[in-house]
T-cell receptor
Framework: DAKTTQPNSMESNEEEPVHLPCNHS???????IHWYRQLPSQGPEYVIH???SNVNNRMASLAIAEDRKSSTLILHRATLRDAAVYYC????????????FGKGTKLSVIP | NAGVMQNPRHLVRRRGQEARLRCSPM?????VYWYRQLPEEGLKFMVY????????ESGMPKERFSAEFPKEGPSILRIQQVVRGDSAAYFC?????????????FGNGTRLTVT
Protein backbone atom coordinates (compact mmCIF):
# COMPACT_ATOMS: atom_id res chain seq x y z
CA ASP A 1 0.00 0.00 0.00
CA ALA A 2 1.20 3.51 -0.77
CA LYS A 3 2.19 5.29 2.43
CA THR A 4 1.91 8.86 3.61
CA THR A 5 4.26 10.98 5.71
CA GLN A 6 3.02 13.79 7.93
CA PRO A 7 4.65 15.94 10.62
CA ASN A 8 3.89 14.67 14.11
CA SER A 9 2.58 17.99 15.34
CA MET A 10 1.88 21.58 14.31
CA GLU A 11 0.72 24.73 16.06
CA SER A 12 -1.42 27.54 14.80
CA ASN A 13 -2.80 30.73 16.21
CA GLU A 14 -6.54 31.07 16.32
CA GLU A 15 -8.11 32.75 13.27
CA GLU A 16 -4.99 32.26 11.15
CA PRO A 17 -4.73 29.89 8.17
CA VAL A 18 -3.19 26.46 8.67
CA HIS A 19 -1.38 24.43 6.03
CA LEU A 20 -1.04 20.74 6.90
CA PRO A 21 1.38 18.92 4.57
CA CYS A 22 1.34 15.30 3.47
CA ASN A 23 3.92 13.48 1.36
CA HIS A 24 2.92 10.43 -0.66
CA SER A 25 5.74 9.84 -3.12
CA UNK A 26 4.62 6.30 -4.03
CA UNK A 27 1.05 7.26 -4.88
CA UNK A 28 -0.46 5.37 -7.80
CA UNK A 29 -2.73 6.69 -10.51
CA UNK A 30 -5.88 5.28 -8.95
CA UNK A 31 -5.21 6.50 -5.39
CA UNK A 32 -7.51 9.13 -3.98
CA ILE A 33 -6.16 11.42 -1.23
CA HIS A 34 -8.48 11.50 1.78
CA TRP A 35 -8.26 13.62 4.91
CA TYR A 36 -9.97 12.76 8.16
CA ARG A 37 -9.58 14.36 11.56
CA GLN A 38 -10.19 13.06 15.06
CA LEU A 39 -11.10 15.37 17.91
CA PRO A 40 -10.34 14.20 21.46
CA SER A 41 -12.63 11.37 22.62
CA GLN A 42 -14.50 11.30 19.32
CA GLY A 43 -14.55 9.19 16.21
CA PRO A 44 -12.79 10.31 13.03
CA GLU A 45 -14.56 12.90 10.91
CA TYR A 46 -14.29 13.13 7.14
CA VAL A 47 -12.77 16.42 5.97
CA ILE A 48 -12.14 16.28 2.23
CA HIS A 49 -10.79 14.13 -0.58
CA UNK A 50 -9.48 14.55 -4.10
CA UNK A 51 -7.73 12.82 -6.99
CA UNK A 52 -5.88 15.35 -9.14
CA SER A 53 -7.52 18.76 -8.98
CA ASN A 54 -7.66 21.06 -5.98
CA VAL A 55 -10.86 20.71 -3.99
CA ASN A 56 -12.81 23.06 -1.75
CA ASN A 57 -15.65 22.42 0.67
CA ARG A 58 -17.15 24.18 3.65
CA MET A 59 -14.54 22.75 6.02
CA ALA A 60 -11.27 23.07 4.13
CA SER A 61 -9.37 23.14 0.87
CA LEU A 62 -7.12 20.45 -0.55
CA ALA A 63 -4.20 21.47 -2.72
CA ILE A 64 -2.65 18.62 -4.70
CA ALA A 65 0.79 18.95 -6.28
CA GLU A 66 0.98 18.58 -10.03
CA ASP A 67 2.97 15.33 -9.72
CA ARG A 68 0.57 14.18 -6.95
CA LYS A 69 3.46 13.23 -4.69
CA SER A 70 2.34 15.65 -2.01
CA SER A 71 -0.75 17.49 -0.89
CA THR A 72 -1.71 20.18 1.60
CA LEU A 73 -4.85 20.49 3.68
CA ILE A 74 -5.70 24.14 4.21
CA LEU A 75 -7.89 25.39 7.04
CA HIS A 76 -8.61 28.98 6.14
CA ARG A 77 -9.21 30.30 9.67
CA ALA A 78 -8.28 28.00 12.52
CA THR A 79 -10.65 27.87 15.47
CA LEU A 80 -10.21 26.13 18.81
CA ARG A 81 -12.59 23.45 17.55
CA ASP A 82 -10.07 22.56 14.83
CA ALA A 83 -7.59 21.21 17.40
CA ALA A 84 -7.42 17.54 16.43
CA VAL A 85 -5.28 14.83 14.88
CA TYR A 86 -5.39 15.11 11.10
CA TYR A 87 -4.90 11.99 9.00
CA CYS A 88 -3.87 11.95 5.34
CA UNK A 89 -4.89 8.62 3.79
CA UNK A 90 -4.53 7.15 0.31
CA UNK A 91 -7.38 4.99 -0.91
CA UNK A 92 -7.31 3.25 -4.23
CA UNK A 93 -10.39 3.57 -6.38
CA UNK A 94 -9.89 -0.01 -7.46
CA UNK A 95 -8.38 -1.76 -4.47
CA UNK A 96 -8.88 -2.32 -0.78
CA UNK A 97 -11.80 -0.88 1.16
CA UNK A 98 -9.59 -0.32 4.16
CA UNK A 99 -8.62 3.14 5.35
CA UNK A 100 -5.07 2.93 6.74
CA PHE A 101 -4.68 5.49 9.52
CA GLY A 102 -1.11 6.45 10.36
CA LYS A 103 -0.09 8.61 13.30
CA GLY A 104 -1.34 11.81 11.69
CA THR A 105 -0.53 15.40 12.61
CA LYS A 106 -1.66 16.69 15.96
CA LEU A 107 -2.78 20.28 15.44
CA SER A 108 -2.81 22.60 18.44
CA VAL A 109 -4.64 25.93 18.14
CA ILE A 110 -3.44 28.73 20.38
CA PRO A 111 -6.07 31.26 21.50
CA ASN B 1 -30.42 13.49 10.57
CA ALA B 2 -28.96 11.23 13.26
CA GLY B 3 -25.35 10.20 12.84
CA VAL B 4 -23.84 6.78 13.45
CA MET B 5 -24.95 5.62 16.89
CA GLN B 6 -22.82 3.31 18.96
CA ASN B 7 -23.70 1.84 22.31
CA PRO B 8 -22.74 1.47 24.95
CA ARG B 9 -20.32 4.38 25.06
CA HIS B 10 -18.32 2.68 27.80
CA LEU B 11 -18.24 -1.03 28.61
CA VAL B 12 -16.40 -2.75 31.43
CA ARG B 13 -15.95 -6.51 31.34
CA ARG B 14 -13.99 -8.96 33.45
CA ARG B 15 -11.57 -11.33 31.76
CA GLY B 16 -13.44 -14.26 30.25
CA GLN B 17 -16.76 -12.45 29.80
CA GLU B 18 -18.39 -11.57 26.50
CA ALA B 19 -18.60 -8.05 25.06
CA ARG B 20 -21.30 -7.02 22.56
CA LEU B 21 -20.87 -3.70 20.83
CA ARG B 22 -23.72 -2.24 18.79
CA CYS B 23 -23.70 0.12 15.85
CA SER B 24 -26.68 1.70 14.13
CA PRO B 25 -25.59 3.18 10.80
CA MET B 26 -26.89 6.42 9.39
CA UNK B 27 -30.27 6.20 7.67
CA UNK B 28 -29.90 4.89 4.15
CA UNK B 29 -26.40 3.49 4.72
CA UNK B 30 -25.98 -0.22 4.01
CA UNK B 31 -22.20 -0.41 4.38
CA VAL B 32 -20.70 -0.77 7.86
CA TYR B 33 -17.07 -0.87 8.95
CA TRP B 34 -15.50 -1.60 12.35
CA TYR B 35 -12.16 -0.14 13.42
CA ARG B 36 -10.20 -0.58 16.65
CA GLN B 37 -7.94 1.97 18.32
CA LEU B 38 -5.59 0.59 20.93
CA PRO B 39 -4.21 3.04 23.52
CA GLU B 40 -1.63 5.38 21.95
CA GLU B 41 -2.02 3.73 18.54
CA GLY B 42 -3.75 4.54 15.27
CA LEU B 43 -7.05 3.12 14.11
CA LYS B 44 -6.88 -0.33 12.55
CA PHE B 45 -9.45 -1.78 10.17
CA MET B 46 -11.25 -4.87 11.44
CA VAL B 47 -14.18 -5.79 9.22
CA TYR B 48 -16.44 -4.49 6.44
CA UNK B 49 -20.05 -5.66 6.18
CA UNK B 50 -22.88 -4.96 3.82
CA UNK B 51 -26.36 -5.97 4.91
CA UNK B 52 -26.22 -9.65 5.95
CA UNK B 53 -22.84 -10.17 4.25
CA UNK B 54 -19.26 -9.96 5.44
CA UNK B 55 -17.28 -8.41 2.60
CA UNK B 56 -13.81 -8.16 4.16
CA GLU B 57 -12.81 -9.50 7.57
CA SER B 58 -9.06 -9.47 7.00
CA GLY B 59 -8.46 -7.25 10.04
CA MET B 60 -10.39 -9.39 12.50
CA PRO B 61 -8.49 -11.58 14.96
CA LYS B 62 -9.05 -15.20 13.96
CA GLU B 63 -10.47 -16.26 17.31
CA ARG B 64 -13.06 -14.83 19.72
CA PHE B 65 -14.14 -11.96 17.44
CA SER B 66 -17.19 -11.99 15.19
CA ALA B 67 -19.34 -9.40 13.47
CA GLU B 68 -22.77 -9.37 11.91
CA PHE B 69 -25.06 -6.88 10.21
CA PRO B 70 -28.53 -8.44 10.03
CA LYS B 71 -31.29 -7.39 7.66
CA GLU B 72 -33.07 -5.71 10.55
CA GLY B 73 -31.32 -4.07 13.46
CA PRO B 74 -27.86 -2.80 14.28
CA SER B 75 -24.49 -4.25 13.42
CA ILE B 76 -22.97 -6.20 16.31
CA LEU B 77 -19.30 -6.73 17.08
CA ARG B 78 -18.98 -9.63 19.50
CA ILE B 79 -15.89 -10.46 21.51
CA GLN B 80 -15.97 -13.73 23.42
CA GLN B 81 -13.80 -14.50 26.44
CA VAL B 82 -12.30 -11.03 26.57
CA VAL B 83 -8.68 -10.53 27.63
CA ARG B 84 -6.91 -7.39 28.86
CA GLY B 85 -5.41 -6.84 25.41
CA ASP B 86 -8.92 -6.30 24.01
CA SER B 87 -9.17 -3.03 25.96
CA ALA B 88 -9.50 -0.37 23.27
CA ALA B 89 -11.87 2.05 21.60
CA TYR B 90 -14.00 0.38 18.94
CA PHE B 91 -15.36 2.63 16.22
CA CYS B 92 -18.07 1.88 13.73
CA UNK B 93 -18.47 3.75 10.46
CA UNK B 94 -21.13 3.67 7.76
CA UNK B 95 -21.50 4.83 4.18
CA UNK B 96 -24.11 4.65 1.41
CA UNK B 97 -21.59 3.03 -0.94
CA UNK B 98 -18.28 1.30 -0.36
CA UNK B 99 -15.44 3.38 1.09
CA UNK B 100 -13.68 3.74 -2.26
CA UNK B 101 -16.63 5.76 -3.55
CA UNK B 102 -18.06 7.44 -0.49
CA UNK B 103 -16.59 9.00 2.67
CA UNK B 104 -17.15 7.17 5.92
CA UNK B 105 -19.23 8.55 8.78
CA PHE B 106 -17.89 7.41 12.14
CA GLY B 107 -19.62 7.03 15.46
CA ASN B 108 -18.06 8.18 18.71
CA GLY B 109 -16.99 4.70 19.66
CA THR B 110 -17.36 2.20 22.46
CA ARG B 111 -14.54 2.21 24.97
CA LEU B 112 -14.03 -1.31 26.23
CA THR B 113 -12.12 -1.86 29.46
CA VAL B 114 -11.25 -5.39 30.50
CA THR B 115 -10.41 -5.80 34.16
Amino acid sequence: DAKTTQPNSMESNEEEPVHLPCNHSTISGTDYIHWYRQLPSQGPEYVIHGLTSNVNNRMASLAIAEDRKSSTLILHRATLRDAAVYYCILLSGAGSYQLTFGKGTKLSVIP
Amino acid sequence: NAGVMQNPRHLVRRRGQEARLRCSPMKGHSHVYWYRQLPEEGLKFMVYLQKENIIDESGMPKERFSAEFPKEGPSILRIQQVVRGDSAAYFCASSPRDSRRSPLHFGNGTRLTVT
